[in-house]
């Protein structure tokens, strides 16, 4: 029997890639195409990667692991001198599944916007859905036309777990701060920990969802690339939520060669507690000469942006084969 | 123990000596940091419902269970009735909040219930089964369309939505936790 809906199916899930392409490119974003396989990765204590093993010559064996993301070769490029890029790759995650919200296998889109910073990029964004929305996208507009809400993680912490985030830079304050406000939580953490376990707990879940929610400034504490704020213990950094489902993922990038040395060396300390070790990435230090201009990099999940355009409330919607369905 | 990463719909954990039964596991990983778990608990004893957090590596406590065999007998406006097929006692299990699952229970047959120091806590559905359609509308002659679906209702009052050659008195195989039908079962 063949399946009346599919070829349908297919012209609308290619013409989503491709009107994403389409918008990029006619903002000057040049589209690179970049290593999926790679010799060393950027250590991230919370993602698990995928191991191969390449048959160099003489039958020489040498490790190689699939990206979770392409960032470290997009930042080469940037550092190089490329100016706007974007690219949609492949990008691999291994560990648990049994979530309707993620598949190992995923596109992942990211840009780099040289000479602008994380709040430019909401714009670019809100660009995008515009565009997908005018091009036959149109059915759920009510819930992602733009403007986006906008709302700082402090003030979403006050608004819905009851306290102020900036005043618990210690972990115990943070924890006591959280178990008043009925969190349960750990007699053990760190303050990064306790952070997530309070967001996810009370803050996450009682987001607004009647419209695309950027969450701005995270806490500095939370280790990551993006650069600090020039005042609070805040980073340069926000997220995008779409009827409660994580989207995207933007930072004014750090680009000083020290600060990223510092970050490497500690979050290769912690990936160590992983199951999947691999070779840690020495070259993104220096990826960026002294005195770039500021550059922001964007992570948006492309199966599910399509799923959420969609109107669709799982991965299994959008994706042709599923994870789960080829590997039963 | 038990990892949080193994911990499932349905996995009895203590909480505070208290044993509390998963009903929805979401696994979040937010990229930067650490992964998690977050929880949704249900107090067998009271019912009240408890969210937790949970990083994939925690340890938390696990209950030691007991599955019995049972046959359900009948319900009425506020237990279900069973009998312990081994013995022969009879005991009932309050259907507050287990409202969907009488759908599920047919007379006679025989479940798996899980016992906590004596108290039957929960009754654990095989995930298909078979049931028979007691009211099935007939199709329409000449619509062939394919895909078209109607709903037909079983012998426990089940709804189902259906392919339109199933008929009455014809025996389904039902995914009891999407509530799907998965095929005809021949006689």
Same mark, same amino acid.
């Given at each position: 029997m063949t399946d009346a809906g599919l070829r349908g199916r297919l012209e609308s899930h290619a013409r989503f890639a491709s009107e994403i392409r389409g918008y990029f490119t006619a903002r000057g974003y040049v589209e690179v195409e970049t290593p999926t396989l790679s010799p060393f990765l950027i250590p991230e204590p919370a993602i698990e990667v995928f191991q191969t093993e390449y048959l160099g010559p003489g039958g020489h064996p040498r490790d190689l692991w699939l990206i979770p993301s392409p960032e470290l070769w997009m930042k080469r490029l940037v550092g190089r001198g490329s100016g706007n890029i974007f690219q949609i790759s492949r990008s691999f995650r291994n560990g648990d599944v049994g979530s309707p919200l993620h598949n190992p296998e995923f596109r992942l889109l990211e840009w780099y916007t040289v000479g602008s910073g994380y709040v430019e990029s909401i714009d670019v964004l809100e660009g995008l859905f515009s565009h997908l929305l005018s091009s036959g996208w149109e059915k759920r507009t009510r819930q992602l036309s733009p403007p986006f809400h906008r709302l700082t993680m402090n003030e979403a912490f006050q608004r819905?777990? &009851?306290? %102020?985030?900036? &005043?618990?830079? %210690?972990v115990e304050d943070l924890v006591r701060a959280a178990r008043r406000a009925g969190v349960r939580m750990p007699e053990e953490s760190t303050w990064e920990e306790a952070f997530h376990i309070a967001f996810l707990t009370s803050v996450e879940p009682a987001l607004p969802r009647d419209a695309p929610l950027v969450l701005l400034d995270y806490p500095s504490l939370v280790p990551t690339t993006a650069r600090r704020a020039a005042a609070g213990p805040w980073a340069q950094r926000w997220e995008l939520f779409v009827d409660g489902v994580e989207i995207a993922n933007c930072y004014t990038e750090e680009t000083d060669t020290e600060a990223l040395t510092a970050l490497l060396r500690e979050e290769g300390e912690r990936k160590k507690a992983s199951r999947v070790q691999h070779a840690v990435d020495d070259g993104l230090a220096a990826a960026f000469p002294r005195g770039f201009p500021t550059v922001s990099g964007t992570a948006l999940g492309v199966d599910r942006l399509e799923m959420v355009f969609s109107g669709e409330k799982s991965l299994e919607g959008v994706i042709l084969f599923p994870f789960s369905d080829i590997v039963p | 123990m038990i990892k949080a990463s193994d911990v499932a719909k349905g996995t009895f954990i203590l909480i505070n000596n208290q044993p509390h039964v998963c009903v929805e596991r979401e696994y979040v990983n937010p990229g930067k940091g650490s992964a998690f778990v977050r929880l949704k608990l249900k107090n067998i004893k009271t019912g009240s419902v408890l969210r937790q957090t949970n990083k994939v590596q925690d340890n938390l406590e696990d209950v030691s269970v007991e599955y019995k065999e049972v046959q359900f007998l009948y319900a009425d406006a506020e237990s279900y009735a069973f009998m312990d #097929?081994? #013995?022969y006692e009879q005991f009932s299990i309050p259907s507050e909040g287990e409202e969907e699952k009488r759908d599920f229970l047919k007379d006679g047959e025989n479940y798996q219930v899980v016992f906590w120091e004596q108290t039957p806590i929960d009754i654990k559905l095989p995930t298909k089964m078979v049931f028979t359609v007691s009211e099935a509308e007939r199709a329409e002659r000449g619509? #062939?369309?394919?895909g078209a679906t109607k709903v037909i209702t079983c012998e426990t009052g089940l709804k189902v939505k259906v392919p339109l050659f199933i008929k009455t008195g014809d025996r389904i195989l039902v995914n009891t936790e999407t509530r799907e039908y998965q095929e005809r079962v021949n006689n």
């Open positions: 819905y777990a &009851g306290f %102020d985030l900036a &005043g618990c830079q %210690d | #097929t081994k #013995t619509d #062939t369309v394919s």
